[in-house]
């Protein structure tokens, strides 16, 4: 059973370029959480999907950013017209149901210049 | 609110040393307690867990109690390699809820 994938790893942006980071959750896990890490910091809850439906967005930044999870196909995070201050790593998880344990993806380092 | 405090590092120690990485915390009701270890280049990994009070999660050596009494929830290992060199988060999560707090992070390293 594979585990969290992510992709890209590495993603270098310039300053008002987009940012698609996508994450492909483990099998038959439906629950996806992404976090942000900023450097020198611990984990930030961005936002929670199920399948179709963003049920908690309360750690999303206001602008430019957005969060999907289609029926078809993995979770993707958008950051629209990117600014320096998004370089960071930002790490998915998924869980097979809105549970305490959540399993990690290798996060995607965005570096935006 | 929630909240988790971790001591700050880096720690640096010898192979074979005493690990002690404290975390304390802030929570309402009683949430579950956790400890992540984070390789170089890698995600997290769950290393242990505790969901109440005086539970003790272990896992490759490392131990940990959850004292509701000093609100905190302290990683242990008695004796650590080079292998264990990586970074600690401390996390806590309540019951049915979408989302983990995470400390700010341990960087550990252990010297031969």
């Known amino acids: 059973n594979a585990g969290v994938m992510q992709n890209p790893r590495h993603l270098v942006r310039r300053r008002g370029q987009e940012a698609r980071l996508r994450c492909s959750p483990m099998?038959?896990?439906?629950?996806v959480y992404w976090y942000r890490q900023l450097p020198e910091e611990g984990l930030k809850f961005m936002v929670y999907?199920?399948?179709?439906?963003?049920?908690?967005e309360s750690g999303m930044p206001k602008e430019r950013f957005s969060a999907e999870f289609p029926k078809e196909g993995p979770s993707i995070l958008r950051i629209q017209q990117v600014v320096r201050g998004d370089s960071a790593a930002y790490f998915c998880a998924s869980s097979p149901w809105n549970d305490n344990e959540q399993f990690f993806g290798p996060g995607t380092r965005l570096t935006v210049l | 609110g929630n909240s988790v405090t971790q001591m700050e590092g880096p720690v640096t120690l010898s192979e074979e040393a005493f690990l002690t990485i404290n975390c304390t915390y802030t929570a309402t009701g009683y949430p579950s307690l956790f400890w992540y270890v984070q390789y170089p280049g890698e995600g997290l990994q769950l290393l242990l867990k505790?969901?109440?009070?005086?539970d003790k999660g272990s896992n490759k050596g490392f131990e940990a109690t959850y004292r509701k009494e000093t609100t905190s929830f302290h990683l242990e290992k008695g004796s650590v390699q080079v292998s264990d060199s990586a970074v600690y988060f401390c996390?806590?999560?309540?019951?049915?809820?979408?989302?983990?707090?995470f400390g700010t992070g341990t960087r550990l390293t252990v010297i031969p």
């Open positions: 996390a806590l999560s309540h019951p049915g809820a979408n989302n983990l707090f």
């Open positions: 505790a969901t109440k009070a005086d």
């Open positions: 999907l199920q399948k179709e439906n963003i049920i908690d």
């Open positions: 099998k038959g896990h439906s629950h």
